[in-house]
């Protein structure tokens, strides 16, 4: 588990967060440039000292201001990930990946062929830094942090300085060695798309300050953050369990006691993490029929919250769900006068079934 708590001051800026994460997480750090996302990190990894508080990972303490503590950062057993993949110049990649083994010590060695063949840099063993490409090299740098075995992992916007292409890439080698490895990540982003792809746990920050903390499907869907509800692709996020695949790309997924259905390919018995956005769902107080929208879940309204562009975000808890499944509709403040939409009220939301691909709509992702 990770547990942090810590107050510091750089200048006119201040710094005052506390959040717990659970082991084997990716935690993203969500938050407007200037709120503190890779002060914390810095925190986190002693490149800085912070004034209060402590940072425990794993169990250990890494530093208790009260108990005058402070484990110094080459002493943490901690993996850093830049914008930009920075390795040593006068090394060429396998050089650079022995790099990152030697600082293991006496900690059981991390497999290294299963790294290098999983980020796919084999071909890159002999080639120096200035021969790669910027994602080359920030593979090269994800497999020098790993094969050192760190206890956490920070990654500070590693996808900034890369071409759409090369994002797409990255994400997909990050899923695949949190599945095989498990290990704790603190990942600082201010792309929402990159926290639905990676993260379980979510850490909001404003000004330096935590403003929403938790499990991501529990924050997302919810009004009262207004860094999230404000956005304009405020959606929710559901886990979901397939039931049924057409063959046809197509898959029916069980939410609750009800079901949606999703443009996708994913085996029956999975699980897949869907977003919604929340333009791409109506509202009817009435059940409609004869109608081409395919999904219609039952609902109750459980709060409306203003947007500052004139409309009203409804957020909707799903009949027969958990406490996490839930919707966000975007509607008119008019729309919602009209059909009288309150807290307590019962309304059927439309959502379309959509590419899992398309810029809007239904995302979905395949998660077990």
Known sequence: MIDIDV?????????STAFTAPS???????GASGA?????????????????????????????VAAGLFVPIERRNIGWI???GVLFPHLDVAENLDYGARRALDRPSMPRARIIDILGIGA???????????GERQRVAIGRALLSRPRLMLLDEPLAALDAPRKLEILTLLEALRREFAIDMLYVTHSLGEVLRLADHLVVLDRGMTVAAGPLDNLLGRTDTPLLSQ?????????????ANDGIGNVTARIGTQSLIISADVPRGRSVRAYILAN?????????????????LRSTVTRLTQRLDGSVLVELSLEGGGP????????????????????????HALVKSVSVDAPAGVRAIETA
């Open 324 to 347: 996490a499944d839930r919707l966000l509709a975007n509607i008119t403040a008019t729309a919602a006068g009209e059909l009288g939409i309150a807290p307590g009220r019962t309304v």
């Open 280 to 296: 791409e769902v109506m509202l009817a107080t009435e059940k409609p029929s004869a109608i081409s929208v395919r999904n219609v």
């Open 82 to 84: 830049f914008q930009e």
């Open 24 to 30: 084997g997480s990716i935690t993203a750090l969500f």
């Open 231 to 243: 956005r304009p692709d405020a959606g929710a996020l559901l886990n979901l369990a397939v039931i």
């Open 36 to 64: 503190g996302k890779s002060t914390l990190l810095e925190i986190v990894g002693g490149a800085l000292r912070p004034t209060g508080g402590h940072v425990r990972c794993g169990g250990a303490a890494l530093t208790d």
């Open 7 to 15: 107050r510091a001051t750089r200048g006119d800026f201040e710094l």
């Open 124 to 134: 890159l063993l002999r080639r120096h830094p200035h021969q790669l490409s910027g």
